[in-house]
């Protein structure tokens, strides 16, 4: 008998042993194959896994791309809010509800949306609008009562709101604005979908009307043509908001904004921007409250 006192290869056999060669190869090519991971296997794994992360973005993100019904309740005291909280951040097509509680008569305004709405003690007021338009708008408060003029004719505008007829789709629009040729000039244009410009064709189906146009929160003009040019007396950069209109005067409560920069001004105000302005001196400085924030959805 014969004994081996040497020592064994990697698969387990004596050197010059027949088996040697062929046995160490399928040991070493077996234990290969049990470590190894099915390629068919890891690609149905990667699949999966990246279906799931697909899955969990979306699922992250879907909410924040449904509009939301957002309120905020404001308490007014000696002209100031009593919140350390002073900017409402919302996101473009939300509908925003301000609850406002004040402690003396007044009336609070949101420019940008030039939103006014009375305010007394012991009773709230809600400031309602959709956010159409993104940015920084200012909520200012007015002391004192509003002046019953002004009222009537906010109440009369309330009252007036254009209806889209039975059937059409909601108008949409943008406004693009650039300077002109001349000191304080400014194009101004409108490119509209599912409106159609006064005089209506016969047979339209489509909301019909025009357009007014503010320049810094101050109204310009009305229009019935998608390209206008007016002039501004100052230079700088101005807010434009543009706002769609019916037949009867009744806005549609459908508005688009821009800025155009201008290195020259006129020199000249428009009619109605001096009037506004006299109305400013004569009325009481408001007292700022904070801000509404509208971000890009």
């Not at 999966?48 to 992250?60: E, I, P, Q, R």
């Not at 879907?62 to 939301?68: L, V």
């Not at 604005?177 to 000191?183: D, K, L, R, T, Y």
């Not at 109305?279 to 009481?284: G, H, L, T």
Request: glycine share 10%; net charge negative.
């Amino acid at each position: 008998m014969k004994i081996f006192t040497g020592n064994l290869n990697a698969a387990g056999v004596a050197p010059g042993d027949d088996r040697s060669n062929s046995e160490c190869i399928n040991r070493m090519s077996a234990g290969k194959h049990r470590r190894g991971l099915n390629p068919g296997r890891f690609k149905i794994m990667a699949t999966l896994g990246l279906a799931l992360l697909v899955m969990l973005t979306l699922a992250a993100c879907s909410d924040d791309t449904k509009p939301e019904d957002r309120e905020f309740s404001l308490t007014i005291e000696d002209g100031k809010l009593t919140s350390e909280a002073s900017a409402f951040e919302v996101k473009q097509g939300d509908t925003v509800t301000l609850v406002l509680d004040s402690d003396e008569e007044g009336s609070v305004h949101l420019h940008g949306y030039d939103i006014k709405v009375d305010v007394m003690p012991a009773m709230d007021a809600k400031l309602e609008f959709v956010a159409n338009a993104t940015g920084k708008y200012e909520l200012e408060f007015h002391h004192g009562a509003m002046d019953m003029d002004e009222h009537s004719h906010d109440e009369e505008d309330d009252l007036c709101k254009a209806q889209i007829p039975s059937g059409a789709p909601t108008p949409s629009f943008t406004v693009a604005a650039s300077p002109g040729g001349m000191p304080g000039e400014m194009r101004v244009s409108v490119d509209l979908e599912n409106f159609v410009l006064e005089p209506a064709p016969a047979g339209t189906t489509l909301a019909t009307g025009h357009w007014h146009l503010d320049v810094d929160g101050v109204e310009i003009a009305m229009y019935e043509q998608p390209e206008i040019t007016e002039m501004v007396g100052t230079a700088g950069e101005h807010e434009l908001m543009a706002t769609l209109y019916d037949v009867e005067h009744c806005s549609y409560g459908i508005t688009a904004m821009t800025t155009v920069t201008l290195e020259e001004g006129s020199g000249v105000e428009t009619a109605m921007q001096m009037e506004d302005m006299d109305m400013d001196e004569e009325a009481e400085e408001g007292v700022l409250l904070g801000a509404v924030e509208v971000y890009p959805r």
